[in-house]
């Protein structure tokens, strides 16, 4: 049975989208339409969620409470992804709680050079915060990217302890 949870712990608002054991998807928003449009209306959130909901909203909350949370136990459907954009999303797993990694770092990790391709496929993520693509940030240290969006990112590495640069670096300094 697919079910939907939708978590409110501001200022986020968290969806997940979950069938049988497996995590299907997970947005995040700052409004519940938005977390509801991410998953699609179709299915009916759950008055009595399952013990897997119930497990991964109580480690959703404690990380947006600011507690590192180990999310390696959750079983992820990959269904859709061809075989580069799962072992590109696969390697967000490697990065630790409050660090960051460049575009460049997940390219070179997955043996392509295309870190455009990389940007495209973690715009795409559908496990934000388990997967946590927040943190590929760019290499002078800048936050980008397009889902989450880049204020939800940045409030996702606040939350870790990593505040971005304000102006990051435009030229090379030799």
């Not at 995590?23 to 897997?52: H, M, W």
């Not at 240290?141 to 989450?148: H, Q």
């Amino acid at each position: 049975m697919t079910e939907i949870l939708i978590i409110n712990k501001s200022p986020f608002w968290v969806g997940i989208l979950a069938e049988n054991e497996y995590i299907l998807r997970v947005s995040i928003a700052f409004c519940r339409e938005d977390v509801l449009k991410n998953l699609g209306l179709r299915n009916k959130i759950s008055n009595n969620p399952s013990s897997l909901l119930q497990r991964l909203k109580k480690d959703l909350i404690a990380y947006l409470e600011g507690k590192k949370v180990d999310f390696s136990s959750y079983s992820l459907q990959f269904k859709g992804f061809s075989p580069l954009a799962k072992k590109v999303l696969v390697q967000l797993k490697y990065i630790s709680y409050g660090q960051t990694r460049s575009y460049e770092w997940a390219a070179k990790k997955t043996g392509t050079r295309g870190y455009r391709a990389v940007g495209r496929i973690l715009s795409k993520n559908p496990f934000p915060i388990i997967l946590p693509c927040h943190r590929v940030i760019r290499k002078d240290g800048a936050i980008a990217g397009l889902y989450p969006s880049r204020k939800i990112r940045e409030k996702l590495l606040q939350i870790e302890g990593y505040f971005p640069p304000v102006f990051p670096c435009l030229f090379k300094l030799n």
